[in-house]
């Protein structure tokens, strides 16, 4: 039986699936855009055909779609999550842009439609990141004074005017900028690390209770060994 695994990469936006049962996890991720893909800002089904998915290199994985920078009048990218919507079973791509972040209905990979964007909270910034937590995305970036954006994705349902601009449903400001965001699911706390080195923490990582999304408030932090670039968050069962 054909397997088949949904793979999204930035710069430019593209969408690829597993052609083989034997394929590998992921693909090489080491695209090279072109005047072509620019000008096309959606282009249809490519296979994997000697190592190559049209301008692509690939390793077992067909190109199914592709949407350009230039599509979300944005002129960088750095960052891409994902959202399924359980109750319209719809997929959605969450793209970190460097003044925004778009929002891609993915379900049909043949008709890949680009929903709009929400602006940055302050600047440009080549550095935005996206997690999901209870059908909301939690955005940050190295954008100074930029915090934290909330986004209900279940606003994405009843798109009637595509692409639309976007308005955060709330902001928290406990912090300025950020490199990366992490949300432990389980207790519904997120925390924001790589954040500005003369902040509260020194740059260490902020706390912030979720747990009703549209309401984050801090929960204290940690910065006794300065900055955090990086985490991963756990609940520990054990001994």
């Not at 054909?2 to 052609?19: A, D, H, R, W």
């Not at 034997?22 to 000697?50: K, Y």
């Not at 940055?120 to 954008?143: C, G, L, M, N």
């Not at 955060?168 to 992490?182: L, P, Q, T, W």
Request: proline share 5%; hydrophobic share 35%.
């Amino acid at each position: 039986m054909k397997k088949t695994l949904l793979l999204f990469l930035c710069l430019p936006f593209l969408v690829g699936c597993s052609n083989s049962d034997d394929s590998p996890a992921a693909a090489d991720d080491s695209m090279m855009m072109d005047d072509d893909i620019v000008d096309n800002p959606q282009t249809g089904f490519l296979p994997c055909t000697s190592g190559m998915a049209g301008i692509y290199p690939c390793n077992g994985y067909d190109l199914l779609g592709q949407i350009s920078l230039a599509s979300f009048s944005a002129s960088a990218g750095n960052d891409i999550w994902g959202w399924t919507d359980t109750t319209t079973g719809k997929e959605y791509a969450l793209v970190g842009l460097d003044n925004g972040t778009a929002f891609v209905d993915i379900t049909d990979t043949e008709e890949l439609i680009y929903l709009g964007k929400l602006p940055s909270a302050t600047v440009s910034s080549p550095w935005r990141d996206i997690k999901v937590y209870q059908d909301h995305a939690f955005i940050v970036s190295e954008a100074g004074g930029h915090g934290m954006q909330v986004f209900d994705l279940t606003k994405l349902r009843n798109v009637a005017n595509a692409p639309e601009t976007f308005e955060a449903d709330a902001r928290y400001s406990g912090f300025g900028s950020a490199h990366n965001i992490v949300i432990n699911e389980a207790s519904g706390y997120a925390y924001a690390v790589g954040t500005a080195r003369n902040d509260l923490y020194r740059g260490g990582v902020h706390f912030i209770n979720v747990q009703d999304p549209k309401n984050p408030t801090a929960a204290g932090g940690y910065g006794a060994n300065g900055y955090s670039h990086d985490a991963q968050v756990v609940t520990y069962n054990g001994p």
